[in-house]
């Protein structure tokens, strides 16, 4: 009797279980955004902005369009042209964003391009099907080139490429002449809209096709050489900074790979070290005494302190005699011979900032960086943990551009690094080499990362790991300093369209439509104190808390081994002592000031795909904010309680992250 008792509750949680997922997958499938949707409702809102931006403007603007396939163009892209060059007086060329329309209607394959981006189209014409410049300008254009060679004109004031090859290399003289390739360029721009509807994919691919990459880099490296030959032919001095710290045998490794990276380059390394023991001092003393060459010296640059790779940074940077500064660390090795030399050609030319390498993890090729994008969240590493072959075609070769880069390999010119006034010191562990290169960018430079080369990073053998509550807390303060120092470019990125997501940890490079369908949780009723008294912290409850700010709590949370669609879903508040800020202490259950809020189920395609041992995690993702007033002001940690729908099992647990109210 008892076994058949047992059998008919497993069956009843199973078909219980099996609603549950009926449920789910139905929820999901609303979830989830289709492009066609998306671009509906794109197209009103891009119609709108055009007809208020055009409303009180009298000036008429003269443009030429010079379409490279076969397509054709939205009803609003003219007037969208139109109100860009309006806008922007100093823009010649202008680009936008562009798809494939089908024979049935049906639009796919969008195209979400990135701002001006000189070393991207040295890398493939990512212009595109449809370009627009300014009539004044191509008219000098046509004095200077036989335009009748690959363009033909079809209406007025409208071309249709007949030699894609010709018309490429033209477009490159053209983005010469604009002044593309100088410092604070404007006379390129780009409309973040789809302004060109091609007839096939193939038609739209043609511009995913190396070009010119290869003899440009060539180009510039034999830039480099014209530039720093002198009586002796020498080339320029480098100057490599290393911070280390008690890690000789990964100095050792670093070193080595410097040496052999430099073929071509006339090369001096510094070892900053902030205090290794007297031992460890030894050891790297003497293995700089068996490194030093006839022509490349080696220096130890020994100042025990507190930990600061700003300071150390700068403090190597004083020391060196080079034209251009390399900054290294020391759980980095370079593995392609000649690399500083690559470096350097882009280093040198009058428009460029900062200049990265991708980074794997050792011996795989398991992207550690691939450059740094700006969200609302923060400085991100996009592409992060990603295999290769499943990354975005511009992780895969070339050269792209940056906001920012690691200084993990970080290469400058030392007079634009004083220019930029180095690193800032108060930021004293992370976000020091965002902040460059956004002063950088700020001052007019491009940032680039060679994605064509790569060298591996021994990620956080030297610091350790931040996910700490006391080093995520620093880590928090000193994001925030960032965008102290930098307000315009918060959540701001010009090289990552507004059209791809932007929201969560998502090291994937997705459309956002994909996740239109969630809506942000606006919490207006103030919850009442609830007790977690039956509920038990358990480490299965895995929660991350991507972003706070304002009020506004974006992350996770999932039931690792069980099926997440039979769970219900809380956030829960506490409110911290205040005697311990800046600290995270354990909660008690039962205490007062526990909140509990239901949360929405949000589509988080990344958490399908980062964790396929999972079920059902899709709708894992929450995106709450708590209005002002909401509760009692104060600092709250944050956890995580859910509920089993089924067997009424209560877990909970809490992450390091905190909310001011």
């Given amino acids: 009797m008892g076994k058949e008792k047992q059998n008919v509750k497993a069956l009843i949680k199973q078909v219980l279980c099996e609603k549950e997922n009926h449920r789910y997958h139905r929820f999901l499938a609303k979830k989830k955004g289709s492009y066609d949707q998306w671009l509906a409702g794109q197209e009103v809102l891009w119609r709108q902005e055009n007809a208020s931006g055009l409303r009180d403007e009298k000036i008429d603007v003269g443009f030429v369009l010079i379409r490279a396939a076969s397509g054709s163009i939205p009803g609003y892209a003219r007037e969208s042209i139109m109100r860009y060059f309006m806008q922007h007086p100093q823009t010649e060329i202008l680009y936008g964003d562009e798809d494939v329309q089908e024979a ?27 370009v627009a410049v300014r009539s004044e300008f191509f008219d000098k254009l046509q004095k200077n080139a036989s335009l009748h060679l690959f363009l033909r004109k079809t209406e007025k004031n409208e071309y249709s490429v007949t030699d894609y090859f010709q018309y490429v290399h033209w477009m490159y003289q053209c983005v010469q002449m604009a002044g593309g390739y100088q410092k604070g360029a404007r006379g390129i721009g780009h409309v973040p809209q789809i302004l060109f509807h091609c007839e096939s994919l193939e038609d739209q691919s043609r511009y995913r096709v190396p070009l010119c990459f290869g003899e440009r880099c060539q180009e510039y490296e034999n830039d480099l050489e014209r530039a720093f030959q002198t009586g002796t032919k020498k080339m320029p001095l480098v100057s490599v900074v290393i911070p280390s710290r008690d890690h000789p045998e990964l100095l050792e490794k670093c070193i080595r790979a410097v040496i052999a990276a430099a073929m071509g380059i006339r090369l001096e390394i510094f070892v900053v070290d902030n205090g290794s023991t007297q031992e460890n001092k030894g050891k790297t003393e003497k293995l700089i005494q068996n490194l030093t060459q006839n022509d490349i010296a080696v220096f130890l640059i020994y100042r025990p302190m507190d930990f600061n790779f700003s300071r150390m940074c700068n403090l190597g940077a004083q020391n060196a005699a080079g034209d251009i500064l390399l900054f290294l660390n020391d759980d980095v090795e370079l593995v392609v011979q000649g690399c500083m030399k690559q470096m350097a050609a882009l280093a040198v030319r009058p428009y460029t900032g900062a200049v990265g390498l991708k980074l794997y993890y050792p011996g795989s090729q398991r992207i550690q960086h691939a450059g740094i994008t700006n969200l609302p969240m923060g400085p991100v590493h996009k592409l992060q943990f990603l295999e290769e072959g499943r990354t975005f075609g511009s992780a895969r070769g070339g050269n792209v551009n940056y906001l920012a880069v690691t200084a993990a390999c970080l290469m400058v010119q030392r007079k634009k690094f004083l220019e930029a006034g180095g690193f800032a010191e108060e930021l004293q562990v992370a976000f020091n080499d965002v902040d460059l290169c956004f002063t950088l960018y700020e001052s007019g430079y491009q940032n680039v990362c060679m994605n064509g080369i790569y060298a591996y990073h021994y990620e956080s053998l030297s610091r350790g790991d931040d996910e700490a509550a006391d080093k995520l807390e620093r880590l928090l303060v000193e994001r925030d300093k960032l965008y102290e120092r930098h307000p ?15 929201e969560g940890l998502d090291t994937c490079i997705r459309p956002a439509y994909e996740t239109a369908g969630n809506l942000l949780q606006k919490e207006k009723k103030a919850p009442r104190e609830k007790s977690l008294r039956h509920y038990r912290k358990d480490e299965c409850v895995a929660l991350r808390i991507e972003s706070v700010r304002s ?42 000031g526990v909140y509990r809020i239901p949360l929405w189920e949000q589509y988080r395609p990344d958490l399908q795909e980062n964790m396929p041992d999972q079920e059902n995690v899709a709708l894992c993702g929450f995106h709450i904010c708590l209005e002002s007033g909401l509760l009692p002001a104060g600092r709250y940690r944050i956890g995580a309680a859910v509920r089993h729908r089924i067997t009424g099992a209560c877990l909970m647990n809490w992450s390091n992250r905190h909310v001011e109210l």
């Fill in 488 to 502: 315009g470019l918060e959540g701001v990125d010009p090289y990552y369209s507004i059209h791809l997501n932007r």
């Fill in 551 to 592: 009020g506004e709590i974006l992350g996770w949370c999932a039931v690792l081994g069980d099926n997440n669609a039979c769970y219900k879903r809380e956030l829960v508040l506490k409110k911290a002592d205040p005697s311990l800020s800046g600290k995270t202490a354990e909660c008690s259950p039962d205490s007062d």
């Fill in 104 to 130: 049935d209607g049906k639009k796919r394959c969008p195209v979400f391009k990135p701002d001006w981006s000189p070393d991207v189209l040295d890398s493939c014409f990512y212009f595109g099907s449809l």
